[in-house]
Each structure stands twice: as C-alpha cells, then as structure tokens.
Antibody
C-alpha cells in the first residue's frame, strides 16, 4: 500500500515561494502513475494544482500554471511543489497524492501552509 | 475548462434517510466522473468512478448514476459514518486537466 507524506514550511511570507516535498513509501515513484498536488483552503473545497510523472512530464491547473512548478526526484522517491508569488489566498491544506487514470486514489494526510507576514 | 456544479451546498438528514446529491458539468464528460467522500481532518477518499462503479470495499448503499452532464450520488440509507462532504471530479479532459465540484456537505439533522 503506497503511503505519501508531505513536508515543508508551515508559514510563508507574502510574495515568497511555497515549497513542499512529498515522500513516497510502499511503492516506487517510477511506476506508471501520475503524482499530484491538490489544495484545500480552510473550510473550502478542493483545487487540483498539477501533477508529474517519473519522467518529468507535467500537467498544471491553468489558473495556477504561471506560478507553479512540480518536479520529481527518482533517487529520493519523492516529488516536489513550488508555488511562486504567494498571497493570503494561497493559504490552504496542501495534499500530495497518487493518480491512476485521472483518479486520485492515494492521498497524503495534508499539511497546512499559511501565507502571512 | 469544465466546471462542475454540485447541489445542494448542504443537506441536513437523519440517519436512515435516503440521500441524493447532484453534480452538473458545464459540458459533457461522458462517464468520466468520480465521487469522493471527505470527513473532518482527513483527506478525501475515492468512492465511485466511471459515474457508477464503486471501489472495492465501498458499501452497496452508495450508488452513482448519470452520464454526459448530469450525475447523481445516492446513499440509500444514511449511516452515521456517512456524514461529511462529498465532491465530484471529472477526468474526461485529462490529461491535461481534472476539476472538482465545490462539494456538498451532508450533516446530521
């Protein structure tokens, strides 16, 4: 059973860069899956951010594409999210997940990132 | 971008009642629609995909129906563990894109 664990700073300053990493255990990141990031502002709904394959192919939410970069590190069995020029509206629980065929099957527990000075 | 609209936003029900949740797509997604259940403090859990196929281990009281632009999630007899927020998600135009509805909260009446 694949397990995912988010890690990174819980507080980011406005205009800064949000950086998170997702460690994958119980499975290899070189599988045929896509590896995703999804976020959820407190008390609100889910927003898909984007995804990456083990070969580095990516898809992004058009509304975030100009600020997002998702990358993979096969040597560490992990993938990462960078979101630039953050503002208070980027405050959310950030989930990493594994996709299969467009379906989000496995989720991390999520990590709260607050954008504040 | 395909927009998913869920209704109602909140549903207050008593245990044992039948529950019907709706998800409408801004354009046809054929049967490429999934439903997720989320409980407080937990990540979402996929329960139905392909509009009507339950994941292994999901109780038979959950059923999905619809195709094209109109979809329904039905819980035939609501149990206490079913309270939470339900999201629909389309994957018809994936790759490159997938989108979620805004959610329906099922709460205790």
């Amino acid at each position: 059973q694949v397990q995912l664990q988010e890690s990174g700073p819980g507080l980011v300053k406005p205009s800064g860069t949000l950086s998170l990493t997702c460690g994958v255990s119980g499975g290899s990141i070189t599988s045929s899956a896509w590896w995703s990031w999804v976020r959820q502002p407190p008390g609100k709904g889910l927003e898909w951010i984007g995804e990456v394959t083990h070969s580095g192919s990516t898809n992004y939410n058009p509304s975030l594409k100009s600020r997002v970069n998702i990358s993979v590190d096969k040597t560490k069995n992990q993938f990462s999210l960078k979101l630039n020029s953050v503002a208070a509206a980027d405050t959310a629980i950030y989930y990493c997940a594994r996709d299969d065929g467009g379906l989000v099957l496995h989720w991390g527990q999520g990590t709260l990132v607050t954008v504040s000075s | 971008e395909i927009v998913l609209t869920q209704s109602p936003a909140t549903l207050s029900v008593s245990p044992g009642e039948r529950v019907t949740l709706s998800c409408r797509a801004s354009q046809s997604v054929y049967s490429n629609l999934a439903w997720y259940q989320q409980k407080p403090g937990q990540p979402p859990r996929l329960i139905i995909y392909g509009a009507s196929t339950r994941l292994t281990g999901i109780p038979a009281r959950f059923s999905g129906s619809g195709s094209g632009t109109e979809f329904t999630l039905t819980i035939s007899s609501l149990q206490s563990e079913d309270f939470g927020v339900y999201y629909c998600q389309q994957y018809h135009n994936w790759p490159p894109e997938k989108t979620f509805g805004q959610g329906t909260k099922v709460e205790i009446k």
